[in-house]
């Protein structure tokens, strides 16, 4: 859904039409598009350890008001377990 913010700067949604008078950033998932998002996990540096194994859980909750108290529903989520050699 895209969000007007506040005089086109910040992360604010402006109140009026007055001030949603800028750039609009489209945050929506569109059916039957495949979207891919980038996360970058920092470990702690280990000097003596030559491989580490982590557990990912991915989880895609809908939130109907924008919070986790007004009745959330999880709808995807992923497992994986990922081997990183240092």
Do not use: C, N
Request: aromatic residues 10%; glycine residues 6%.
């Amino acid at each position: 859904m895209p969000v007007p913010e506040k005089f086109a700067r910040g992360k604010v949604m402006g109140r009026g039409p007055y001030e949603k008078s800028g750039l609009v950033a489209d945050t929506a998932l569109h059916p039957l598009k495949t979207t891919k998002e980038h996360f970058e996990i920092t470990l702690p540096a280990d000097d003596d350890v030559e491989e580490r194994t982590l557990d990912l859980k991915v989880q895609l909750w809908y939130l109907p008001y924008g919070t986790m108290a007004s009745d959330p529903f999880l709808w995807k989520e992923y497992t994986e377990t990922v081997t990183i050699k240092l």
